[in-house]
C-alpha cells in the first residue's frame, strides 16, 4: 500500500496542537493556580470528581461516534465548549465564588476537550489499515501536540511576570490557535473508512471481551498513574524542592522537546522490534531518567535539566505507541467498534489523571506538606519521584509477562 502522503499526516495531525495546548495548563498549573484562593483538600477534591467526570463520559461519547460516525461535525461542535470553558478556568472570577466556579468551566471544559479527543483519535485510527501508517498518523498528531505543550509551558511566563497572569492572558493565543488548526483538520482531512454501526450502549463494554485488550488495560492504567503523578506535582517540586520556580517553563519545554524530538526514534524502532516492545524500552529509559530526580536539591538546575531531557525522550513511546497498540487490536475484532476502544482508552487514562490529583494533593496535605516551600518536602520528593518509578516497574513487568500471549481473538460478548 502507498504510504499516507504528508499532507495527509499534517492535516490530521495538526488538531492535536491546540488540544495539547489546551490539556498541559488544565493538567499541571491548574492546582499551583488556584492553591492560593483554595485549600490543597478542597482543590484536590473539586479535581478528583471533575476527572472522574471527564474519564466517566468518555465511553459514551465514543458509543456517540460509533453511532454517529461524523469526526468533522463532532469535532466542530465540540471546539467552542472547549475554548469557552478554558478561558474560564483561568479567569478567577471578582464577585462569583472561586469553588462554584471552577466546577462550571472545568466541566464545560471536560465536555468539548472529551468530545473532541475521542473522535480525533478515532478518526487517526480508521484512516488507514496498515498498522505502520497508523503508527505515523499517531506520531503526527504527538508530534504536534508536543509542539502545543511546549508553547504553552512557555508562554506564561513570557507573557507576564507570575504563572497566573500569564495564564490568563494567553488564552487569546490558544482560541486562535484552536480556530486554526482546526479548521486544517476540518477541510483537509480524508473521510474514514467506515465500520458497522454499534447496535447499542450494551457494546460500551464490548472492548473488554477483546482478550488483548482486556490485558492491555491494567498495565496501561498503571503506567497512567504513574505519569499523572508528577504532571500533577512538577510545579509544587520545581518551586519548593528546586527552588527554581523562574526556570519552571524551562524545564517543561526541555521535556516536550525531548519527546517530540524522540517521535520519530519511536516510530522507527516500533517497525524494527515491534510497537509493544519499543514502548517497553522506554519505560526502561523512564525509570533510569527518573529515579535520579529523587536525590536533587535546590539549585540543581543542570541536573534535573538532565531528567527532564531522557524522561522527555521516552514521552514520545507513551503518546503515540498505545493508541497503535490498540488500533492492531480492533483489527482482531470481527465486528470493530472503533469509538468504544478510544473512548475507554481516554476512560482510562483520565482516570489516573483523577486519582492523582485527588489522591496525591490531600495526602501531601496530612502529611504535613504546605505550598511555598514549608512543611514535608521529603514527601513531596517521594510522590513526585520514587512512587512513579515503582509504578512504572510494575507496568514494565505487566506488559513484559505479556509479550509472547497472542494479541489477537475476541470472546463474545
Given at each position: ?74 469535532v466542530?461542535?465540540?471546539l467552542?465548549?472547549?475554548?469557552l ?43 488507514s ?30 507573557l ?24 486544517i ?43 499523572s ?28 522537546l ?39 536539591e ?10 527532564c ?55 501531601l496535605?496530612?502529611?504535613g ?35 509472547r ?9
Amino acid at each position: 500500500m502507498t504510504p499516507l502522503p504528508r499532507a495527509t499526516l499534517f492535516a490530521y495531525g495538526g488538531l492535536g496542537l491546540p488540544l495539547a495546548f489546551a490539556a498541559l495548563p488544565l493538567y499541571v498549573h491548574l492546582a499551583p493556580f488556584y492553591s492560593g484562593v483554595l485549600s490543597l483538600t478542597a482543590l484536590g477534591v473539586i479535581l478528583l470528581m471533575l476527572r472522574f467526570l471527564d474519564a466517566a463520559i468518555d465511553p459514551l461519547l465514543g458509543a456517540l461516534f460509533d453511532r454517529f460516525p461524523h469526526p468533522r461535525t463532532l469535532v466542530a461542535l465540540s471546539l467552542p465548549l472547549l475554548g469557552l470553558g478554558w478561558m474560564g478556568v483561568f479567569t478567577l472570577p471578582e464577585t462569583l465564588p472561586v469553588a462554584p466556579w471552577l466546577i462550571a468551566m472545568l466541566a464545560l471544559t471536560t465536555v468539548g476537550y472529551s468530545l473532541a479527543t475521542v473522535v480525533h483519535t478515532t478518526w487517526g485510527a480508521r484512516l488507514s489499515s496498515v498498522p505502520h501508517e497508523r503508527t505515523r498518523l499517531f506520531a503526527a498528531r504527538e508530534g504536534f501536540g508536543l509542539v502545543g505543550v511546549v508553547l504553552a509551558a512557555a508562554l506564561p511566563l513570557m507573557l507576564a511576570a507570575t504563572l497566573a497572569d500569564g495564564l490568563a492572558r494567553m488564552g487569546w493565543i490558544f482560541l486562535a490557535l484552536l480556530a486554526g488548526f482546526a479548521a486544517i483538520t476540518l477541510v483537509a482531512t480524508p473521510a474514514m473508512r467506515h465500520g458497522p454501526h454499534a447496535p447499542g450502549l450494551r457494546q460500551l463494554l464490548r472492548p473488554l471481551a477483546n482478550p488483548a485488550f482486556a490485558r492491555f488495560a491494567p498495565g496501561y492504567l498503571l503506567n497512567g498513574v504513574a505519569a499523572s503523578l508528577p504532571a500533577t506535582l512538577v510545579i509544587f517540586f520545581i518551586d519548593d524542592v528546586l527552588q527554581l520556580a523562574a526556570y519552571s517553563g524551562l524545564f517543561l519545554a526541555i521535556y516536550f522537546l525531548s519527546g517530540a524530538l524522540g517521535l520519530p526514534l519511536w516510530v522507527r524502532l516500533a517497525k524494527r522490534i515491534g510497537t509493544l516492545d519499543a514502548w517497553l524500552v522506554s519505560m526502561g529509559i523512564a525509570i533510569a531518567a527518573f529515579v535520579g530526580a529523587f536525590w536533587l536539591e535546590a539549585g540543581h538546575l543542570a541536573g534535573y535539566a538532565l531528567v527532564c531531557a531522557a524522561s522527555g525522550l521516552a514521552l514520545g513511546a507513551d503518546l503515540a505507541l498505545p493508541p497503535a497498540l490498540v488500533a492492531d487490536m480492533i483489527d482482531a475484532d470481527p465486528a470493530p467498534q472503533p469509538g468504544a476502544y478510544y473512548g475507554l482508552m481516554s476512560f482510562f487514562a483520565k482516570l489516573t489523571l483523577a486519582l492523582a490529583a485527588g489522591l496525591a494533593l490531600p495526602l501531601l496535605a496530612a502529611w504535613g506538606y504546605v505550598p511555598g516551600g514549608t512543611g514535608n518536602l521529603f514527601a513531596l520528593s517521594a510522590t513526585y519521584a520514587l512512587l512513579p518509578c515503582v509504578m512504572k516497574l510494575g507496568a514494565l513487568a505487566w506488559f513484559w509477562r505479556l509479550r509472547r500471549i497472542p494479541h489477537s481473538g475476541v470472546v463474545p460478548c
